[in-house]
């Protein structure tokens, strides 16, 4: 689906749901389409779609926190930031990417999701973030794809809005963190409910593991990450740390 002229239709408060089942009407000469907001595979292919939706409607705010939050921490720790080699995994149409960019002269950054119109979108609406930009299932890769991604040295993990609700489950999350280099640096977001007693994703019990032998954390922040289709705050936690360790792979 293609289309430069559109009208999105809002249902708010008829849309009370989990948000991965929250829903928009995208009105065009086509006709009209229901469409969830975790539809990526349609929604990146409507250029400004997703932006309109997501970071107008809903005030997105994730991808300026995290790079925010973690030029803190770089500030903190006295380094430079002309050396990151960054993998924004989960990259989706380029936005967090974007961010990074704007506060880090990276050396290098590699994009990668699991859909190939995440890439096409991020190619086509932001050109010039990523010096390469990978197609993969990071839940079972294959031994090509982790060869592909070795040689980059990544130093840096960035994952914002990517975690839990099935795109990413947490064997993919690993993968990815094991491809960091020791003393590497971390920076990602969680739904809340996904790091408490409420969570039925398995990151709680992961990220648990994780934190104090692999993942040293230097910092957590709780916000709203965006608005409901109703208009209620949907609360995020960011988690900002140094990598000390992989993961051992199950």
């Known amino acids: 689906m293609n289309c430069s002229d559109y009208t999105v239709e809002y249902p708010g408060d008829a849309c009370r749901r989990d948000q991965?089942?929250?829903?928009?009407?995208?009105?065009?000469?086509q006709g009209s389409e229901r469409l969830r907001i975790h539809?990526?595979?349609?929604?990146?292919?409507?250029?400004?779609l997703y932006e309109e939706v997501v970071y107008q409607r809903l005030q997105c705010d994730s991808p300026r926190m995290i790079s925010d939050l973690f030029a803190e921490e770089i500030k903190a720790d006295g380094g430079g930031n002309g050396d990151l080699r960054a993998l924004d995994f989960g990259a989706g149409n380029g936005i967090s990417g974007e961010h990074l960019t704007e506060k880090f002269e990276c050396q290098t950054l590699i994009g990668l999701d699991n859909i190939k119109e995440a890439r096409?979108?991020?190619?086509?609406?932001?050109?010039?973030?990523?010096?390469?930009?990978?197609?993969?299932?990071m839940a079972a890769p294959s031994e090509e794809d982790l060869r592909k991604l070795k040689k980059w040295n990544f130093n840096l993990l960035l994952t914002v809005a990517a975690l839990g609700f099935g795109d990413i489950p947490t064997q993919g999350f690993i993968n990815a963190f094991n491809l960091i280099q020791k003393d590497g640096w971390v920076a990602f977001n969680i739904k809340d409910r996904f790091m408490s007693d409420k969570d039925e994703t398995g990151y709680s019990e992961t990220l648990?593991?994780?934190?104090g032998s692999s993942l040293e954390v230097l910092n957590t922040h709780t916000y709203c990450h965006r608005l409901s289709m109703s208009g209620d705050p949907l609360h995020y936690c960011a988690v900002i740390g140094r990598k000390r360790d992989d993961v051992a792979l199950s």
């Open 20 to 29: 991965h089942e929250e829903y928009f009407i995208l009105k065009t000469d």
């Open 208 to 211: 648990d593991a994780m934190m």
């Open 39 to 48: 539809d990526y595979d349609k929604v990146y292919q409507v250029p400004g």
């Open 120 to 137: 096409d979108a991020a190619y086509r609406d932001r050109p010039d973030i990523y010096d390469k930009y990978y197609v993969m299932d």
